[in-house]
T-cell receptor, first 112, second 114 residues
Framework: LAKTTQPISMDSYEGQEVNITCSHNNIATNDYITWYQQFPSQGPRFIIQGYKTKVTNEVASLFIPADRKSSTLSLPRVSLSDTAVYYCLVAPDQTGANNLFFGTGTRLTVIP | DGGITQSPKYLFRKEGQNVTLSCEQNLNHDAMYWYRQDPGQGLRLIYYSQIVNDFQKGDIAEGYSVSREKKESFPLTVTSAQKNPTAFYLC?????????????FGAGTRLSVL
């Protein structure tokens, strides 16, 4: 079971780069790493997904070291609207979804 | 306008009553999921379905039931056996059941007990 561990909370000032690290020591060979963002009373929203090395899209970057036992979500120049909970999800193999584990996520607070 | 629609937004349950939460998607996704979220907590998987007429229990299926008669629909019934149903319920869908799938979530249903 590829459970994940993230910091419970982080604070950052507007305009700074924020890095949130997720540990997943038991990641399997065919697991992908996916990050979601959730605002209060809303469903989570997909941010970025990767398998290894670095992935970048218009909102974030995802860094994954060679051993894949951790990953880091990088948000460049955060704004107040980035205040949310961020979840790291490591998907199990394709034979079943009954052990999808979102964890408690990291609550990011952006300060003016 | 594609996406996942959950209804109602708010729902109240009386003691001993069964209630059904609706989830509809027009994304043509094969897999659908139901999660429960308690205040300040992460998402816990209740049930999931990879294909029509098939579904599997998640971590906390007791007191809940589902059906998948159509690809677009995956309703969740909270039965009277669920003694602590107050929570935020989220439905999601994805192109495949697991692996590199990306899940798309609805806006959620907040269930409270009267």
């Amino acid at each position: 079971l590829a459970k994940t561990t993230q910091p419970i909370s982080m604070d950052s000032y507007e305009g700074q780069e924020v890095n949130i690290t997720c540990s997943h020591n038991n990641i399997a060979t065919n697991d992908y790493i996916t990050w979601y963002q959730q605002f209060p009373s809303q469903g989570p929203r997909f941010i970025i997904q990767g398998y290894k090395t670095k992935v970048t899209n218009e909102v974030a970057s995802l860094f994954i070291p060679a051993d894949r036992k951790s990953s880091t979500l990088s948000l460049p120049r955060v704004s107040l609207s980035d205040t949310a909970v961020y979840y790291c999800l490591v998907a199990p193999d394709q034979t079943g979804a009954n052990n999808l584990f979102f964890g408690t996520g990291t609550r990011l607070t952006v300060i003016p | 306008d594609g996406g996942i629609t959950q209804s109602p937004k708010y729902l109240f349950r009386k003691e001993g009553q069964n209630v059904t939460l609706s989830c509809e998607q027009n994304l043509n996704h094969d897999a659908m999921y139901w999660y429960r979220q308690d205040p300040g907590q992460g998402l816990r998987l209740i049930y999931y379905s990879q294909i029509v007429n098939d579904f599997q229990k998640g971590d906390i299926a007791e007191g809940y039931s589902v059906s998948r008669e159509k690809k677009e629909s995956f309703p969740l019934t909270v039965t009277s056996a669920q003694k602590n149903p107050t929570a935020f319920y989220l439905c999601a869908s994805s192109p495949r059941a697991a692996g590199e799938n990306i899940q798309y979530f609805g806006a959620g249903t907040r269930l409270s007990v009267l």
